[in-house]
């Protein structure tokens, strides 16, 4: 995870697992804006060395 905002400052978030927990209590109309780390990559399959699967973060793109 790279950053969370909510209404705009950067929020405090604790990473537990695969999962972040935010303290506070929300209201009907904040906005919370999510960053997190992604990149494109290609992961050579298994057993065939002429073909790549491509990676978007933790996505396998088809």
């Known amino acids: 995870m790279k950053t969370i905002k909510i209404n705009f400052p950067p929020a405090d978030f ?5 999962y972040i927990k935010i303290k506070r209590i929300f209201n009907d109309k904040d906005k919370i804006e999510i960053k997190v780390d992604t990149s494109l990559h ?14 978007f973060g933790n996505l396998l793109l088809a």
Do not use: Y
């Open 14 to 18: 604790i990473k537990e697992s695969d």
């Open 42 to 55: 290609l992961v050579p399959l298994k057993g065939r060395e002429d073909l790549v699967a491509v990676i």
